[in-house]
């Protein structure tokens, strides 16, 4: 058997994207920690908000006054509501990011073994080593990509939740917001806390699109692997048998 | 028979990309268009008052507005999610490609090992 030729090392951000790979079971386990830290907010702070909120008549609600319990339980099912599904949209999209991995690390194997056997050939029938795919550097930056707009809508979503949604909220319903008046900051306010969702929901499902096209492009990658490796064999049997 | 050929091209493998691409258009539609109602709703409900909004006479745009704001989203999410269906089901056939390969793989090592081993003695 000849001597296996090792690939050359990547440069940043490759290096350590593929340093990464083999830590893929534990950042799938962090993904799904983060959802169920999710389920847990959900049960212990957003239903309790909720139903402390809903739990007297709408005109005792809407003139509730800041620091009463009514205004605080307004305030806090809206700001969790403003991080929440960001966070748990992050941690869907570090499960996603660890199949990816897992994936890339089965294509890295794959070449291995190709190597492998290669090795075992006689020198004059065995074939040259093909270089690295361009794929594996397209599906590794799009898995970058899709975690890093996942990351990018967490933070707009805690900047969300500790800025403007409390500062909103925290105010009496009948007299102070429902008679804000035009250039006030309130309806400004109020602008921005009920718009924000219609592009930021959008945006994650961007993010995990980018992370969908990982996986299939790391399947891709496995995929002409596997079929070039055959047709090697295939060559080497016909010249060998020939 | 021993079969030394090639794997064949399956028809999974031609669909699976368009599936992709199905996928982003529908994907980025839906973030474009998502944009668009977020404008829409910044300007229904950060210039104007609860009266005016509420005090919104048929035919005014601002009632115009309101339906825009409510009907939209209610296809919208739908369409985001086929667009995400479409990846899944990319990934599913693309997936669906494999076992053959690993089937012919066998297969022509099958055929080569003994060469192989012939070969290296």
């Not at chain 1, 403003?82 to 990816?100: D, E, H, R, S, Y």
């Not at chain 1, 898995?143 to 990018?152: D, F, N």
């Not at chain 1, 699109?209 to 295939?234: D, E, Y």
């Not at chain 2, 977020?38 to 035919?59: C, H, I, L």
């Amino acid at each position: 058997m000849r001597e296996i030729q090792k690939d050359p090392k990547p440069g940043m951000p490759f290096n350590m994207i593929e340093g990464m790979m083999p830590m893929f079971p534990m950042i799938a386990v962090v993904g799904w920690m983060l959802v169920l830290i999710a389920l847990f907010v959900g049960f212990t702070v957003l239903s309790p908000a909720q139903s402390a909120f809903f739990a007297d008549a709408k005109e005792a609600r809407e003139t509730a006054a800041a620091g009463s319990t009514f205004v605080d339980a307004n305030v806090s099912r809206h700001v969790i509501e403003a991080w929440v599904p960001q966070f748990k949209f992050f941690g869907l999209g570090l499960g996603l990011m660890a199949i990816t991995m897992a994936l890339g690390t089965i294509a890295k194997k794959l070449r291995h073994m190709g190597k492998v056997i290669a090795a075992h050939m006689p020198a004059n029938l065995a074939p040259p080593t093909p270089p690295i795919p361009g794929r594996v550097r397209m599906f590794q930056l799009s898995t970058v990509m899709g975690v890093m707009i996942l990351l990018a809508a967490l933070i707009i979503g805690i900047v969300l939740a500790t800025g403007v949604v409390p500062d909103y909220f925290n105010h009496t319903i009948a007299t102070e917001l429902n008679t804000a008046e035009v250039n006030s900051e309130l309806l400004s306010q109020l602008g921005t806390v009920s718009s924000y969702a219609k592009w930021l929901n959008p945006l994650r499902i961007v993010g995990m699109s980018f992370l969908f096209t990982a996986i299939t492009l790391a399947l891709t990658v496995i995929i002409n692997t596997l079929r070039m490796q055959a047709g090697m064999l295939v060559q080497f049997y016909n010249k060998a048998s020939g | 028979m021993l079969n030394v050929a090639p794997p064949k091209s399956s028809w999974q493998a031609k669909v699976f990309p368009v599936l992709t691409a199905i996928g982003w258009i529908l994907v980025m539609i839906s973030f474009v268009i998502g944009l668009s109602l977020s404008s829409t709703a910044s300007g229904y409900f950060g210039e104007n008052t609860k009266e005016s909004r509420d005090g919104a006479a048929v035919g005014d745009a601002l009632l115009g507005d309101l339906e825009t704001l409510t009907v939209t989203p209610r296809w919208l999410e739908p369409l985001t999610f086929l667009g995400v269906a479409s990846f899944m089901v990319g990934i599913a056939l693309a997936f669906s490609t494999i076992p053959n390969l690993l089937s012919n793989r066998g297969q022509v090592l099958n055929v080569c090992f003994p060469i192989l081993v012939k070969k290296g003695e």
